[in-house]
């Protein structure tokens, strides 16, 4: 039986406390940026300078179940 592959991919940490990480979905390619401090913490999806979602396709994975128009 194949791996299966994993939805997101962490592309970069920084920090302790706080922390920021910026995720990758492997389906779409679109990039989340993750706070979190102690117990609080949040996830927004990360904008470029027009306010357009940040996508990184070279990342995406068709393996993961659906394919995404590009």
């Known amino acids: 039986m194949a791996k299966k592959s ?3 991919k962490i592309i970069y940490s920084q920090g302790l406390s706080p922390q920021y990480r910026i995720a990758v979905d492997t389906a779409t390619g679109v990039n ?3 706070y979190n401090e102690g117990y ?5 999806v990360l ?10 396709p070279e ?12």
């Open 40 to 44: 609080a913490g949040g996830i927004t």
């Open 59 to 70: 990342l995406i994975d068709d393996t993961i179940g659906f394919s995404v128009e590009k």
């Open 6 to 8: 994993e939805r997101f």
């Open 32 to 34: 989340y940026i993750i």
């Open 47 to 56: 904008l470029d300078k027009d306010g357009k979602p940040v996508v990184t």
